[in-house]
T-cell receptor
């Protein structure tokens, strides 16, 4: 079984709809991230969470919200989807203690392809 | 603007040849990581090099880091068709105690049999 899973894998929706993307992990990691990827571009950080009580905005948080329901679950919501939110969305996890500088590897889910019409 | 930029944007080679791609960054780093992404899939970590390291190897991969030039290179030796993928560098800034990654736009590598 995959360590980081995302649901749904594909979603087509209409402008104005509320959408939730879900991420679960079995790696026991404390840190979780949401990224979006647009064609020809690298990944851009939307939100990140370093434990259940901690939520932080990333580079492009406008139009998105997140919820860390448990250490293993981190969901991303689009309150009112718009066409320019059409992208590939990735969840990732890493494990590290708070305040430790260094050298974390991130583990990615398979992605959710979202299309907003 | 992005912290890391890969060069070239695309690379086409034949099986058995070596593939080299470069990453330049703007701000001092704690470490630099390389990831591979097969088409439409999640990223897979390949190798991590710390700011005090100059070279690391992992199987057919060789990574170098030149902090004076703020650049890194990834060499894949004896490439195989299965190496066809996009390769991304990602940096952790020296000022970031939380270790967030900043990604470049990637190099798309095609290896033909």
């Amino acid at each position: 079984d995959a360590d980081v899973t995302q649901t749904p894998r594909n979603r087509i929706t209409k402008t104005g709809k509320r959408i939730m993307l879900e991420c679960s992990q079995t790696k026991g990691h404390d840190r979780m991230y949401w990224y979006r990827q647009d064609p020809g571009l690298g990944l851009r950080l939307i939100y990140y969470s370093f434990d259940v009580k901690d939520i932080n905005k990333g580079e492009i948080s406008d139009g998105y919200s997140v919820s860390r329901q448990a250490q293993a679950k981190f969901s991303l919501s689009l309150e009112s989807a718009i066409p320019n939110q059409t992208a590939l969305y990735f969840c990732a996890t890493s494990g590290r203690g708070q305040g430790v500088v260094g050298t974390d590897t991130q583990y990615f889910g398979p992605g959710t392809r979202l299309t907003v019409l | 603007s992005q912290q890391g930029e890969e060069d070239p944007q695309a690379l086409s080679i034949q099986e058995g040849e070596n593939a080299t791609m470069n990453c330049s960054y703007k701000t001092s780093i704690n470490n630099l990581q390389w990831y591979r992404q097969n088409s439409g899939r999640g990223l897979v970590h390949l190798i991590l090099i710390r700011s005090n390291e100059r070279e690391k190897h992992s199987g057919r991969l060789r990574v170098t880091l030149d902090t004076s030039k703020k650049s890194s290179s990834l060499l894949i030796t004896a490439s195989r068709a299965a190496d066809t993928a996009s390769y991304f560098c990602a940096t952790v800034l020296a000022t970031d105690s939380w270790g967030k990654l900043q990604f470049g736009a990637g190099t798309q590598v095609v290896v033909t049999p």
